[in-house]
């Protein structure tokens, strides 16, 4: 274990690191700009049809699961082109995985924003 002492500029850096990160993430990946814009769309619902607290809690943790589980994606998808530049098969299988966890995030993401909206635009 480290013993360095607690430092609240070695804090503030990491934070800084956490929101170049994003920054990263939504100006370099794809499926991050995807993802923002879907977000967008479904914020923008969300304020014009009123949603409960409930349901907002709802949206706002879908769109940070799918957010999260994307953002993990690109990092083993990024990583792994280092460890293993050329097709390896072990390498595919961690991709793969790594994308049905954002497949699973995003088909809840729809599940619940099908179950919030459809009801409040259509009945």
Do not use: T
């Not at 850096?13 to 920054?23: D, H, I, M, T, V």
């Not at 049809?49 to 940070?64: F, G, N, R, Y």
């Amino acid at each position: 274990m480290n013993n360095q002492k607690f430092s609240i500029i070695d804090r503030i850096k990491s934070f800084k690191y956490a929101f170049q990160g994003l920054k990263l993430f939504f100006m370099l990946d794809h499926n991050g700009r995807v993802h923002l814009f879907a977000s967008v769309i479904a914020i923008g619902f969300s304020f014009y049809l009123k949603l409960s607290a409930l349901e907002w809690i709802a949206i706002l943790s879908v769109i940070s699961a799918v957010i999260v589980a994307e953002i993990l994606n690109s990092a083993i998808e990024k990583l792994a082109d280092v460890v293993s530049p050329d097709f390896h098969p072990k390498i595919k299988i961690v991709k793969d995985l790594a994308a049905a966890a954002v497949l699973v995030a995003a088909c809840l993401a729809l599940a619940v924003g099908a179950i919030i909206f459809i009801p409040k635009l259509f009945l």
